[in-house]
């Protein structure tokens, strides 16, 4: 409890500017990769959850500085630390001799923000500071499983849609902007809720929107 007390205070404070300080200067001060490859699992860490708990009541957070289940900097949080664990993975991935490989660092950065996150939700859920109110919990499973319905998929297809669009915009550093970049960016938002649901139809015959906080309220 006491690493997640610290942890979204002084997380944010510390992780954000560092994680522009390091794609600034390895982006060789390109603002477009600079701005997508920390924007957007801030924005991601952001929205996701705040549709997740305030519209749809998937998720609560229990924390002395959430808001009706919601920490208003909750993107700033997780997404900064997403952004920082890019930067490390994009690095190691430079010293393999196969890096030339289009699905390499996507892939290897799908699997790793996806263990890490999955990790992460899974003590967060059995410390009481993250409530998800999906079928695992619906049926008294573990924190274990309640995770594992979601974690896995969502932020392994979020680090693959995340790594793809981001080596494109450094392999395409001197090219001038275009609107489809945009587009292709605002696209790759899409993918982790999209797989995730697809992924709970197949597993759980159900939406993955579907929520049981109702059961925990009447209990």
Not at 33 to 54: D, K
Not at 70 to 79: A, L, N
Not at 147 to 157: K, R
Request: glycine share 6%.
């Amino acid at each position: 409890m006491l690493f997640y007390k610290i942890y979204e205070v002084v997380g944010p404070i510390i992780l954000f500017p560092l994680a522009l300080i390091l794609w600034w200067s390895t982006s060789q001060n390109d603002i477009t990769v600079t701005f997508y490859a920390v924007g957007m699992p801030v924005a991601v860490a952001f929205l996701i959850p705040y549709i997740g708990i305030r519209l749809l009541h998937i998720w609560e957070i229990r924390s002395p500085h959430s808001n009706k289940g919601f920490r208003p900097h909750h993107g700033f949080m997780f997404g900064s630390a997403t952004s920082v664990i890019c930067w490390i993975v994009y690095k190691l991935y430079l010293q393999i001799p196969l890096s030339d490989s289009s699905w390499l660092f996507p892939i290897i950065l799908g699997i790793t923000i996806g263990l890490i996150n999955f990790i992460f939700d899974m003590f967060a859920i059995s410390r009481g500071v993250l409530v998800v109110f999906n079928k695992s919990y619906s049926l008294g499973k573990s924190a274990f499983h309640i995770s594992l319905q979601y974690a896995p998929i969502f932020f392994a297809s979020f680090g693959i849609a995340y790594g793809f669009e981001l080596q494109r915009l450094i392999n395409t550093i001197n090219d001038p902007d275009s609107v489809s970049s945009y587009g292709r960016m605002l696209i790759s938002i899409l993918i982790s809720p999209m797989s995730t649901e697809i992924f709970h139809w197949i597993f759980y015959g159900e939406s993955s929107l579907k929520s049981y906080k109702r059961l925990s309220e009447t209990n």
